[in-house]
């Protein structure tokens, strides 16, 4: 079967997103960490995070990340929403826009809860213009917003 693993180039900071990535995913581990000599930063590591590898690279200054990549993280309700958010930002990133912020290494995030889904693509579709439209006037993203404003409250 043909599988795809994301590819994150790093900057010479890779042994500290592994460090990083590992701990802020609850159910992740380093899968394969290979250094050029046992002083040396790793040169490649496979991460698995919530199930999904990635394979990471320290690349070097060349390649920096952009918001044209991202991995969106679906979460159970707004408590797990505000803990990814919170650490992504918290800890030297940024806020963006609807959903997405970037962690301290500069690469993005989509932060949803998959209750998002419900309203924005919801069968009332008065009610997912309106929740579009709050979606667009938001940072972190507020379940409960959301829902207000698909029910028109």
Same mark, same amino acid.
């Given at each position: ?36 000599? !046992?002083?040396?930063? &790793?040169?490649?590591?496979? #991460? %698995?995070?919530? +199930? =999904? ?10 390649? !920096?990340?952009?918001? &044209?990549?991202?991995?969106? #993280? %679906?979460?159970? +309700? =707004? ?75």
């Amino acid at each position: 079967m043909t599988k795809l693993t994301p590819c994150l180039w790093f900057d010479d900071r890779i042994d500290e997103a592994i460090q990083f990535y590992t701990t802020t995913f609850k159910d992740s581990m380093v899968i394969e960490l290979v250094r050029n000599s !046992p002083d040396s930063a &790793a040169f490649t590591a496979v #991460i %698995e995070l919530a +199930g =999904q590898q990635i394979f990471l690279l320290n690349g070097g200054p060349r390649f !920096p990340f952009t918001e &044209a990549v991202s991995i969106m #993280i %679906e979460c159970d +309700g =707004q408590a797990e929403v505000d803990y990814y958010w919170n650490t992504f930002v918290d800890n030297g990133g940024e806020e963006s826009v609807c959903g997405w912020c970037k962690d301290k290494f500069g690469f993005s995030w989509q932060v949803v809860p998959k209750q998002f889904r419900d309203t924005v693509f919801g069968p009332d579709k008065a009610g997912a213009g309106r929740a579009m439209q709050a979606m667009m006037g938001m940072k972190k993203l507020i379940l409960a917003d959301l829902e207000k404003a698909y029910a028109g409250n």
